[in-house]
């Protein structure tokens, strides 16, 4: 199993520009996340999604969108890109039948806004 | 929601001592308290969790405690080596939800 594998490692983005990250996961996990991770501090959930044609908003949702039309995709949509979303990005997936049970993380994406 | 705090922020010690991570939170709803370690560069790993219905868990050099009264839980970390050095993360998850809440980590640099 590859586990979570994201697509872009690294990208910059001008001002106002648009972009998709991308999050697939082959270990058929119902939960996925997406984390954003500014420098020096901890992780603050984005979106989540608790299966196939479900999500919901985190704790900082705003200037971001998702959607999850398969078990194993989970893309995050930046629009109109500004500074202060420049961070880096960790997807993570989980499976849950009414428990907690570990998250397993991406190995993220480095994104710049300048 | 839920309000993770972690202390300190940064931990420095001699190779071979203990060191000691304490978290709080504000929710007492939260069972899970998950810990993890990220090296510079790279995605966070779970290293140890605890549930809300045990008070100790211990896997060799590592331990957690957990204090649902006073709502604190700590990593405790023997015998520290080299490669113990990195940021670790407290959090805390309500099953209901599954969303994990972390704390603002800890820079651990192990001095040889």
């Known amino acids: 199993n590859a586990g979570v594998t994201q697509t872009p490692k690294f990208r910059i983005l001008k001002i106002g520009q648009s972009m998709t990250l991308q999050c697939t996961q082959d270990?058929?996990?119902?939960?996925m996340y997406w984390y954003r991770q500014d420098p020096g501090m901890g992780l603050k959930l984005i979106y989540y999604?608790?299966?196939?044609?479900?999500?919901d908003k985190g704790e900082v949702p705003n200037g971001y969108n998702v959607s999850r039309s398969t078990t194993e995709d989970f893309p995050l949509r930046l629009e109109l890109a500004a500074p202060s979303q420049t961070s880096v990005y960790f997807c993570a997936s989980s499976y849950s039948n009414g428990g907690y049970n570990e998250q397993f993380f991406g190995p993220g994406t480095r994104l710049t806004v300048l | 929601g839920e309000n993770v705090e972690q202390h300190p922020s940064t931990l420095s010690v001699q190779e071979g001592d203990s060191a000691v991570i304490k978290c709080t939170y504000s929710?007492?709803?939260?069972?899970?308290f998950p810990w993890y370690k990220q090296e510079l560069g790279k995605r966070p790993q779970l290293i140890i969790d605890i549930r809300s219905n045990v008070g100790e868990k211990k896997d060799q050099r590592i331990a957690v405690t957990l204090n649902k009264t006073a709502k604190h839980f700590s990593l405790h970390i023997t015998e520290t080596q080299p490669e113990d050095s990195a940021v670790y993360f407290c959090?805390?998850?309500?099953?209901?939800?599954?969303?994990?809440?972390f704390g603002g980590g800890t820079r651990v640099l192990v001095k040889p």
């Open positions: 270990m058929n996990h119902n939960y």
């Open positions: 999604s608790v299966g196939a044609g479900i999500t």
């Open positions: 959090a805390a998850v309500k099953a209901a939800g599954n969303k994990l809440t």
């Open positions: 929710d007492s709803a939260s069972n899970y």
